[in-house]
């Protein structure tokens, strides 16, 4: 991809002065054996370097981090070779509007998209489009009509005429929209009876093609369960999830699989919406860190989702470390002044237990942060090493190009970049989370949180900087002094 290096930790962060009381910086020295309470920005940088952390670590149980690296980049720099002509895809939406998920991805693969300093023009074209919704801003037909896509009635269509299938891949994107909440805020998206049909046509047809579905699979996990049921027993490829483990990382770091953790952290903050929007982000980023831990994915023993002081208390009985806050927290150029127990009004955190020991939490944040932050400590290493996920701002939304590149290479090599138990784990620790918050904070442990599997050497996430030299000559701009 943008030529950077697996394992590499790039410029440095404010020192965080005023954020944490006096009690919550001892709190998180505390947990550092023989830690200074004063945490410079020299010894931030000499001590949580991942590189050293990691390659040390890694060292220690017989691997070589070197090695893994060489490996994570040979697989990224490797984009699957363009087919004879362009796979045709079926694109189907909850709705098509302006700035929303279908006009971000579906759009990219319209347009084009801008990769490694060039547009690129994907060797997919969308040819047909179902928008199950169709409010007065909808820009669905006009944009059908101009670049020649068949506006279809219903999601069958989209895969064929007369009930066949006739296209490479299809695309399921149901998010924005108009779609009743149930008792636990979470939106009733029809992802997966929008699948459903799809995997129908698939039975019907004897075969199938690659499908990508946005975001996290259903809001309830039986659901999400048998979507990925029935990928496997269908045989074709599923990709899921989440724009924020692609997108760009600052410092740019890339975990070798088998490293050593112990804990991971993610503080976001987002209040436009119900809490399920963004919390699958995090959970996302937290995944997609620690499933490179020793032993690969192991499950979930618990989950518990906790509100207010009950979040600080948690803090304060080590059940989530202060310190990853803080290091996580560093890193965001969103960070607010001033004690983070005075700004944040209504906390929120998803704590979670993995079955081999490993520990997650991710935290709602709204007044302290906007970024997403992750922070990591590693077994016999005293110091975390943190990254935050960058997220380039609409109308634009730039992190939307590494997935579409992603799910282009998806649908190119019929084979996901990640795999889509990832998700599945997810979707389930987030609708468990959902359920403890509304029932005040209660424990959970659920065998349908057993999920195993194995991490991708590499993560996919775009590397180096975001570039903006695309050619003006490549899009329909006007002529200037004419």
């Known amino acids: 991809m943008n030529g950077g290096t697996g394992i590499r930790v790039s410029g440095g962060s404010a020192d965080g002065v005023g954020i944490f009381s006096e009690g919550e910086i001892e709190m998180a020295a505390h947990e550092s054996t023989g830690a200074s309470q004063s945490v410079s920005r020299r010894h931030f940088l000499t001590n949580t370097s991942l590189a050293a952390a990691a390659t040390a670590a890694v060292a220690t149980a017989g691997s070589s981090a070197m090695a893994l690296s060489e490996r994570t980049l040979a697989a990224q720099d490797k984009p699957a070779q363009p087919p004879q002509r362009p796979l045709r895809v079926a694109a189907i939406h909850s709705i098509y509007r302006f700035r929303s998920h279908a006009y971000h991805i579906s759009g990219r693969l319209i347009h084009g998209y801008e990769w490694n300093g060039f547009l690129h023009q994907p060797a997919c074209r969308v040819v047909r489009m179902y928008n199950d919704q169709s409010p007065k801003d909808d820009m669905g037909p006009d944009v059908c009509q101009r670049h020649g896509i068949e506006l279809c009635k219903t999601p069958e269509e989209t895969l064929g005429a007369n009930g066949g299938l006739d296209v490479d891949a299809v695309l399921i994107i149901v998010e924005h929209g108009d779609y009743p909440l149930n008792e636990r805020q979470q939106i009733l998206y029809p992802r997966y009876e929008m699948f459903e049909r799809v995997a129908e046509v698939f039975r019907k047809a004897g075969r199938s093609v690659p499908v990508f579905v946005d975001k996290h699979l259903s809001y309830d996990y039986e659901k999400a369960a048998k979507m990925v049921a029935t990928a496997k027993t269908l045989g074709f490829p599923l990709m899921a999830g ?102 944040v009004r209504d906390p929120v955190a998803i704590l979670i237990e993995y079955a081999d020991g490993t520990r997650g939490a991710a935290l709602n944040l709204i007044e302290q942060v906007s970024d997403f932050g992750f922070a990591g400590s590693l077994k016999n290493t005293s110091d975390p090493f943190s990254t935050y996920f960058h997220l380039p701002p609409p109308p634009g939304a730039r992190f939307f190009d590494p997935l579409t590149w992603n799910i282009e290479q998806h649908f190119l090599n019929q084979r996901s970049p990640y795999p889509a138990e990832r998700t599945l784990l997810t979707s389930t620790v987030l609708d468990w989370g959902l359920r403890s918050l509304a029932e005040k904070g209660r424990v959970i442990e659920h065998p349908s949180l057993q999920i195993r599997y194995q991490p991708p050497v590499s993560s996919g996430f775009a590397r180096g900087g975001e570039t903006n030299l695309v050619s003006t000559t490549a899009f329909d701009l006007p002529a200037v002094g004419r």
Request: charged share 25%; proline share 8%; aromatic share 10%.
């Open 242 to 343: 989440s724009s924020l483990p692609v997108t760009w990382r600052r410092p740019d770091i890339e975990p070798p699989l088998e490293t050593p953790f112990e804990e991971g952290l993610v503080c976001f903050g987002y209040d436009r919406g119900p809490a399920e929007i963004y919390f699958f982000h995090a959970l996302e980023v937290l995944q997609s860190m620690l499933e490179r831990r020793t032993g690969g994915e192991t499950g979930v023993k618990k989950v518990e989702c906790l509100r207010g002081e009950a979040v600080w208390q948690a803090g304060d009985a080590g059940r989530w470390s202060w310190k990853l806050l803080q290091a996580a927290l560093k890193r965001c150029p969103s960070l607010n002044v001033g004690p983070i127990r005075e700004n």
